[in-house]
């Protein structure tokens, strides 16, 4: 979510008043939960390569390119981003921004090489595996558009991006019961496009002039780093709502699925800023 959704969300839910109600038990069960996250024990386990496709098929006739049996292993070579891309390092900056993150929630992180110390652990425990993260370099279409004296311009431009996908699965280990234990989340990043309608009131002629800040490789590690902290904060959120569901009367639980800001205290109802559950 970016800085100016976030605020907007923040504001209206203050405005409509449809934040948990200080003295509901649903506010005092999440309250419960966020300082009692000290006594709570997360095995983080990561994945150990990325999933990598190049979407741009169209340049397939554009290289003369005919061999279908290997086409993703070709386009990959002649993608963008990438095929320079480092496993590792993308994996390992996902991890950090995720793990510490959590850490600053208030969890106790235990890393793979922890396991055996994380087992002797008998309550309290949950097991996180980051199982799959894939990058899909493609084109996404922006249209910027304008209406000048009762004329409508547009220009489109095909911007270079990566999605970046990720599935998750989260297990409490107490009581290994989550109905949806797999999660998936979605983030893309593009060329930057900055244009504007010139009027030239002499010609009456429209003139679009613009610039492109293009996507980097080097680009694509701070967003690794910036995902793991942002899909940190939907685990904090998804433990949360699950511990208000299992625990409360149904009468006592809203509808609302609750994301809690950290640096406020104070929670909000989440629109699209969360995990999605897959089926099994």
Known sequence: MTQTHYLIVLIISLIIAIGITSCSPEKKLAMEFVTKTNTKNILVITPE???????????MDSLGIADNENKDSLLLLHSKFLHDLNDSLFIANYVLGYTKSLSNFGFRIFTPDETEQFLRIDSNSYQINIAQIELEETLYTYRNEEMIYDTYFYHDHNLNTVYINSWIEINNLDEDNLNQHIYFASDMITDIADGTFDYDIFSNKVRYMYNIDSLKTNVLYDLAYRL??????????????????????????????????????????AVDDRFIPLKE
Not at 49 to 59: E, F, I
């Open 49 to 59: 390569y990325l999933y990598k496709k190049n979407l741009k098929t169209y340049m």
């Open 228 to 269: 793991g902290k942002e899909y940190a904060s939907y685990t904090f959120d998804l433990l949360l709502n699950y511990e208000l569901d299992k625990n409360l009367d149904p009468d006592l639980r809203s509808e609302r699925y609750w994301r809690y800001d950290p640096l406020n205290h104070i929670f909000y109802p």
